[in-house]
């Protein structure tokens, strides 16, 4: 089965820049999206497509995705980017496969 | 502003049946597809089934296959799965989400738990 890895935790200061990274198999062949979640509340769609935000979602969270790896970047970090964050794909194989999530600290 | 309000959680026997229900409002349900999707500690989040606008395409995870159903009532705007069957390993938040391929809404989530 596919699997996506992602590292358990980052760990950031006020106003730097956070990159988490998401690595499967060929995943720059699939679309990614990431979501974040915040403790005791439902995930929120951040990215879509790879590099697509939907309404409402700041411009600070930016997508890509190469070769076997895909990465969200948070630009300016807020202590409300606190939470996790996971990733996810799918394609006509491997049904809908998500991420272990990697747990974002403001310090 | 969209809502997805799950119910129908709580306690389930080892392969006794739960049903949960979606309800949802603020956008057209009957064209939005939809799925239900789990949450553990242990393994994390897992999608589980999906169904189309018109409830004839439906897919399941293999974890599920067999014992549950989704289903949907567009003229009451909810999503519906049917667990039967159940295990410990079914224990889980459940959440309906909206997408296909990604979950652009979701709901608060309704909690099983598979149990004697």
């Known amino acids: 089965s596919y699997e996506l890895t992602q590292p358990p935790s980052v760990s950031v200061s006020p106003g730097q820049t956070a990159s988490l990274t998401c690595s499967g198999d060929?995943?720059?062949?699939?679309?990614v999206c990431w979501y974040h979640q915040r403790p005791g509340q439902s995930p929120v769609l951040l990215i879509y497509?790879?590099?697509k935000r939907p309404s409402g979602i700041p411009e600070r969270f930016s997508g890509s995705n190469s070769g076997d790896t895909a990465t969200l970047t948070i630009s300016g970090t807020q202590a409300l980017d606190e939470g996790v964050y996971y990733c996810?794909?799918?394609?006509?194989?491997?049904?809908?496969?998500f991420g272990g999530g990697t747990k974002v600290t403001v310090l | 502003e969209v809502q997805l309000v799950e119910s129908g959680g709580g306690l389930g026997q080892p392969g006794g049946s739960l049903r949960l229900s979606c309800a949802a409002s603020?956008?057209?349900?009957?064209?939005?597809?939809m799925n239900w999707v789990r949450q553990t500690p242990e393994k994390g989040l897992e999608w589980v089934a999906y169904?189309?606008?018109?409830?004839?395409?439906?897919y399941y995870a293999d974890s599920v296959k067999g014992r549950f159903t989704i289903s949907r009532d567009n003229a009451k705007n909810s999503l519906y799965l049917q667990m039967n069957s159940l295990r410990a390993e079914d224990t889980a938040i459940y959440y309906c989400?909206?997408?296909?391929?990604?979950?652009?809404?979701w709901g608060q989530g309704t909690l099983v738990t598979v149990s004697s």
């Open positions: 989400a909206s997408g296909t391929n990604y979950f652009d809404f």
């Open positions: 996810q794909t799918w394609d006509s194989a491997t049904d809908v496969v």
């Open positions: 169904i189309n606008r018109g409830g004839d395409n439906i």
């Open positions: 060929q995943l720059g062949d699939k679309f």
């Open positions: 497509q790879d590099q």
């Open positions: 603020g956008f057209i349900f009957s064209t939005s597809e």
